[in-house]
């Protein structure tokens, strides 16, 4: 199962998936899946720090994306981002700003983990 933001949609604020995410419309915030993919579908737009297992953008993404696995800026992208990944694979045609850094990505995951159970909303139980 995975969520999907339709386009047309605009989330503001910080995102926690216990999913997969796939973005169509546009997010101003942070994303927070260490453990499952987000993608970036083509014409969304994100702006704001991405933590996943894999990062896949077809569309816009401009601040952090921190992957555990690997990171794919696709033909039809444009990136403007820091990017902590022990991989990265970018297409031809794919628009690339910013830096890299393969050695921190677990240091990155750390800080987004910690980042990620304090930020967390608590749900109230049902019963």
């Known amino acids: 199962m995975a969520t999907t933001i339709a386009r047309?949609?605009?989330v503001k604020g910080t995102i926690h998936a216990a999913e997969p995410i796939a973005i169509a419309g546009t997010v101003k915030g942070d994303v927070l899946?260490?453990?499952h993919d987000v993608t970036v579908e083509s014409g969304?737009?994100?702006?704001?720090a991405v933590t996943a297992?894999?990062?896949?953008?077809?569309g816009r993404s401009s601040g952090r994306l921190v992957a555990r696995e690997v990171?794919?800026?696709?033909?039809?992208a444009?990136?403007?981002?820091?990017?902590?990944?022990p991989r990265l694979a970018l297409e031809d045609g794919?628009?690339?700003?910013?830096s890299v850094e393969p050695a921190r990505s677990d240091a990155a995951l750390r800080v987004a983990a910690y980042r990620n159970r304090t930020e967390a909303p608590e749900v109230p139980a049902t019963t």
Do not use: C, P, Y
Request: glycine letters at 8%; aromatic letters at 6%; a negative charge.
């Open 8 to 10: 047309g949609i605009t």
């Open 94 to 98: 794919a628009m690339f700003s910013g």
């Open 71 to 76: 990171v794919r800026v696709l033909e039809s």
């Open 44 to 48: 969304a737009d994100v702006n704001g």
């Open 53 to 58: 297992r894999t990062i896949t953008v077809l």
């Open 33 to 35: 899946a260490a453990d």
């Open 78 to 85: 444009f990136v403007r981002a820091d990017i902590a990944s």
